[in-house]
């Protein structure tokens, strides 16, 4: 286990209350809150069957999840800057979108001792108010830093869509809005599925100087294990989502604007059946399984531009940040001891202007 002697950053959490704020679940949190038990089965009838199994579990989505849920996670570490970036508000008629960064703003992080260092709010550049809309965003708070519009599609159609159009990202008016962003300097956080990373490098490659960040380097689904209706099913098949994200991840990284976050390499849709086994993975196992994806994006983008993030509380269906923090770190520190404190704090400094 390394020791991190100093202030890590955590480039990607979400804050959310479904008790207060627009949340998908609030109805029902609302109504059976109290019986969880009642809540997921509720909530398993009602939702999307490719949505529940890319979530794995409900508890970990329908409970708030706030600065002292944060503070318990990260145990003995020393996080003290942390990236809230937009956490599915649910509220996106017109202007709704940047009540999430007023709430974000006004959470008691420094109560926990912890840093609300940026916000990433969220917009549709397809949006005749695009522009509009990001302004709002900027006067919300000074902390805000850019927008994430999740473009995640993939061709097995159970395995969930986090988007309205397979190839969002090539969208003429989606570019066209994305012009705004680039003439503000904003940044952009991207979330795709590994079959779409050709649809980022076009983005990438059109705005040069923009700075854009892959979420989750780029969720290879069923690398892990059979997801959806064909996904992973079988060794070859994972060996074939291995290489093409291997090839796709190297072709990005080419983009110099372009960094990654290494981060969301326990959710489900991976191909994970640590909650089917009711536990969650040691640190052992984390290890394991991340560190052929950790030195291969080092590989490919340099120690300059990947960065640690944590996704929590999404990834906490399959193991604890604590385990993930502990095995991140010895993964970088077996591919280059001098890459750990750029990974874990200075590079997400550098991105976010922190």
């Not at 919300?140 to 309205?164: C, L, N, V």
């Amino acid at each position: 286990m390394q020791q991190l002697d100093f202030d890590i950053v955590d480039a990607h959490i979400h804050q959310w209350d479904p008790y207060s704020t627009p949340h998908a679940a609030a109805a029902a949190v609302k109504l059976l809150g109290k019986h969880p038990k009642l809540l997921d089965r509720l909530l398993r009838m009602v939702k999307p069957k490719d949505l529940i199994e890319t979530l794995g579990l409900t508890h970990h989505i329908t409970s708030p999840y706030l600065p002292r849920n944060y503070k318990v996670d990260i145990g003995h570490y020393n996080i003290q800057q942390a990236v809230h970036v937009e956490a599915g508000w649910h509220d996106r008629k017109g202007s709704g979108v940047v009540d999430e960064t007023k709430f974000v703003s006004q959470l008691p992080f420094t109560q926990e001792g912890l840093n609300l260092a940026a916000i990433i709010g969220t917009a549709d550049p397809r949006s005749g108010n695009f522009k509009k809309i990001l302004k709002l965003h900027q006067s919300a708070s000074p902390k805000f830093r850019g927008i994430r519009k999740m473009a995640s599609f993939h061709e097995d159609h159970q395995i969930h869509a986090w988007t309205d159009e397979p190839h969002l990202y090539t969208n003429k008016k989606f570019m066209k809005g994305f012009e705004t962003l680039a003439a503000m300097d904003l940044s952009f956080d991207a979330w795709v599925y590994s079959i779409q990373l050709p649809d980022l490098i076009q983005l990438a490659k059109a705005f040069p100087e923009t700075s854009i960040v892959l979420d989750h380097f780029g969720t290879p689904a069923g690398l892990f294990g059979s997801v959806g209706s064909h996904t992973g099913i079988t060794q070859t098949a994972r060996e074939n989502i291995l290489l093409r994200w291997q090839d796709s991840m190297a072709e990005l990284a080419s983009c110099p604007n372009v960094y990654t976050k290494m981060s969301g390499l326990f959710m489900p849709v991976l191909g994970h059946g640590f909650h089917k086994e009711k536990r969650l993975a040691a640190k052992e196992e984390v290890f394991d399984l991340v560190y052929p994806l950790i030195r291969h994006a080092l590989s490919c983008f340099g120690k300059y531009r990947v960065m640690f993030a944590s996704n929590f509380p999404m990834d906490s269906v399959s193991t604890s940040l604590i385990h993930i923090i502990d095995a991140f770190s010895d993964a970088v520190a077996a591919y280059d001891p001098s890459a750990v404190p750029l990974v874990f704090e200075q590079n997400a400094k550098q991105f976010y202007r922190l």
